[in-house]
């Protein structure tokens, strides 16, 4: 009887010794997906990220835009404050999340703007 409980023992921590290295493998290819993302977006783009406390993929859903467009981000941000003021019932909370995302995307926009500044700029000798 013994010996049936330690081989049940034995089975049970090798499979969840299997399931741990594979959880581990999956963490580090999502890490180092997330940190060739962040290179990609440029350190001005993750700096921004950081102070927001948003990435720009997440400001981008809650204000419903899919490109870059300041018209687009006014728009929808003047409708999702006006519907969550606290005085018609809405929250404040989500209030806030709207304001941070616009300020969000306008930081991106601005490094946008600059980084084209750059580009078109002649290289000086």
């Known amino acids: 009887m013994a010996k049936y409980l330690a081989q049940i023992i034995v089975m049970g921590v090798q ?3 299997r399931a741990f290295a594979r959880a581990l493998q ?3 290819a999502a890490s180092r997906a997330a940190a060739d993302a962040r290179g ?3 350190h001005q783009s993750a700096a ?3 102070l927001s406390g948003l990435s720009l993929q997440e400001a981008q859903q809650i204000l ?3 490109k870059l467009s300041p018209e687009e981000i006014q728009k929808n941000y003047e409708h999702l404050f006006k519907v969550n003021d606290k005085s018609v019932g809405g929250s404040f ?3 806030s999340k709207v304001v941070r995302a616009k ?3 306008e930081e991106e926009l601005r490094i946008q703007a600059q980084e084209d500044r750059e580009r078109e700029q002649p290289p000086k000798m």
């Open 40 to 42: 990609r977006a440029g």
């Open 103 to 105: 300020e969000r995307l």
């Open 93 to 95: 909370y989500l209030q």
């Open 48 to 50: 921004a990220s950081n």
């Open 15 to 17: 499979v969840m010794g």
């Open 26 to 28: 999956q963490e580090f």
């Open 64 to 66: 419903n835009v899919s």
